[in-house]
């Protein structure tokens, strides 16, 4: 995770100027990234449709869900291990605005 995304979600701001977002943005992102601390398997974000889960094409993998109508949480997924003890790593990789 960038410094500036653990920051928000730790301190609920960045020490960035260029990182700022406005405070219901930073909540809404909190809830999300509890949401995917949260799920055993990515399976289970499909059946939350208020996320809109997609993998992004053009971009090596990466996944994404809806923080709100303008930004998205960008992230990786990698499994570890075998069943039954797989783990699934995700690598928070931007807060995007995605009409940017």
């Known amino acids: 995770m960038e410094t500036h995304l653990e920051e928000l979600y730790t301190d609920g701001k960045a020490k960035n100027k260029k990182h700022r977002f406005q405070p219901q ?3 809404k992102y909190i809830k999300k990234i509890d949401i995917l601390r949260a799920v055993n398997k990515i399976e289970d974000l499909f059946v939350m449709h208020s996320l809109n889960y997609e993998v992004l094409t053009n971009t090596e993998g990466r996944q994404s869900i809806r923080v709100d109508g303008q930004y998205r ?3 990786y997924t ?3 291990g075998e069943e039954p003890n797989t783990i699934i790593i995700c690598s928070i990789a931007d807060l995007s605005n995605h009409y940017k």
């Open 78 to 80: 990698k499994e570890e």
């Open 25 to 27: 943005v930073v909540k």
């Open 73 to 75: 949480i960008e992230f």
